[in-house]
């Protein structure tokens, strides 16, 4: 048999010791501290290694405290019905009676510039503003499943009972929008 050279013996050897040391910490890793050995005592065992003056512990207070915080009542808040629009819409429609909701493509300047107005528009006529990117897929299914025909609005007027009471194609100025959420408040 041949000799091994001293660089592979020394490999050989780091090796051997990474191998030791990885199996430790395997076997060591899942086991806890000395204070989690005493809870995987049995009862009996565990009760003889607790000192004597150790306080009595209530083991049904927790599951009691538990129940009792599950039992507390909840605020009942009132639902509207989803309108089918994105999730967005229906939460904008929970909190205002009439939503301004702006159509975008985010980053593209014109769109920015008529949201803008939109924004203006519905502060204006005191009504809720809302801005829909409408690169997001959910969103622009949502949008094509509740529009009817091929029109592309870019800002959308929204009653309290979720449906649209205006659609505005194109480039809007802040008047016309809080023209349009005056006409559509109850």
Known sequence: MEKLSPPVRLFALVAALAAVGGMLFVFTAGRGSAAEADLALPPVAAAAAKPANAPAVDKTAAPRAAAHAKAAPKSVVPKLPPTGFPVAVDRALARHKVVVVSLVVPGSPIDELAAGEAKA??????????????????????????????????????????????????????????????????
Request: aromatic share 4%; hydrophobic share 50%.
């Open 121 to 186: 528009g519905a502060k204006l006529g005191g009504a809720g503003y809302l801005a829909l990117n409408v690169l997001n897929e959910r969103v622009a299914q949502a949008l094509l499943a509740k529009l009817d025909g091929p029109k592309e609005p870019s800002v959308l007027v929204f009653k309290h009972t979720g449906e649209v009471a205006l659609a505005l194609e194109g480039f809007v100025d802040r008047e016309t929008v809080a023209q349009a959420a005056a006409n559509a408040a109850p």
